[in-house]
């Protein structure tokens, strides 16, 4: 089994290694199994699961004690990160605020507006449309 906790995802640790012990058809709760379990823990969680008053032995108890450590450690980080700044959290906008990237517009797609100065105007009363039918039309006027 070549199965080893990655970063901080106990979770999906804990899912792949029962999967793959069923698979294997490896008993949970046999001794090897539960030796397997633990020594691909992340090192600092085996540490502190070791250093409980009492060390968890049965497959159950380390579940258990995986995560009561963790969840220690995430508070435990919590509370420094706090200090670190100042004791301030941050607020709900800083959460998810994020630079959104600029996105690309195609020099087809930009809005070009339309030049309406030189419109051609309609002529409405009797005098405006002599005068217009008057008036030379384009270059052979």
Known sequence: MNLRMKG???DTYIAKFANLAVKAKYD???KATVDLFYKRLKP???RACLNRATPPDTMQEWLTAVKDEQR??????????SIKHGGKWPSPQQWTARPQPKQYIHPNDRVI????????????TVDEKKKSSDAPRGIHG
């Not at 507006?113 to 409405?124: E, F, G, Q, V, Y």
């Open 28 to 30: 949970i709760n046999h």
């Open 8 to 10: 901080d995802d106990l």
């Open 113 to 124: 507006p339309m030049d309406t100065s030189a419109a051609i105007r309609k002529a409405t």
């Open 72 to 81: 220690k450690d995430y508070r435990i980080q919590g509370i420094m990160n």
């Open 44 to 46: 600092e969680l085996l």
